[in-house]
């Protein structure tokens, strides 16, 4: 692929050269600390050593205690369903949903299938009727 794409007039790509799956050489170890060279790990340990640990103003740390009780506490309020201890065996609404509408198309497809053999069969069969077999 031989072309030129320009951004502003410059160029940007002359071409590109396809390869095939597999052809791209598979770069070694990732480097971490571990494999790093010496002077890294000196660079690494002198800043260290300079930079100060994070300090926690005591203060904020109680407001952020103080607020993160306030939300609890709206939360209680507002979904007081949750402190209701519920088995966890227990059907969820959204299971008890699910399993409705499995029986439905259950039903559905019931009298379909009631349906179809009763044409195949060469005796038309209404559809209210197919559905008061399904009761």
């Known amino acids: 692929m031989d072309q030129v794409w320009g951004v502003r007039g410059r160029t940007v790509v002359r071409a590109l050269r396809l390869l ?35 300090r926690v103003d005591p203060g904020i740390a109680a407001a952020v205690e103080r607020q993160t009780a306030a939300m609890r506490e ?5 979904f007081p369903e949750a402190d209701v201890v519920v088995p966890d065996d227990a059907p969820t609404p959204f299971d008890a949903t699910r399993s409705e509408r499995r029986r439905q198309a259950e039903v559905s497809r019931a009298a379909a299938l009631r349906r179809a053999r ?18």
């Open 20 to 54: 095939p799956p597999g052809a791209a050489t598979i770069p070694g170890p990732a480097r971490t600390r571990e494999t790093a060279c010496e002077g890294y790990r000196r660079a690494l340990a002198a800043h260290q050593e300079v930079a100060s640990p994070r």
């Open 74 to 78: 709206l939360s209680r309020r507002a």
């Open 118 to 135: 009763a044409e195949k069969a060469g005796r038309p069969m209404a559809a209210s009727q197919a559905l008061e077999n399904t009761a």
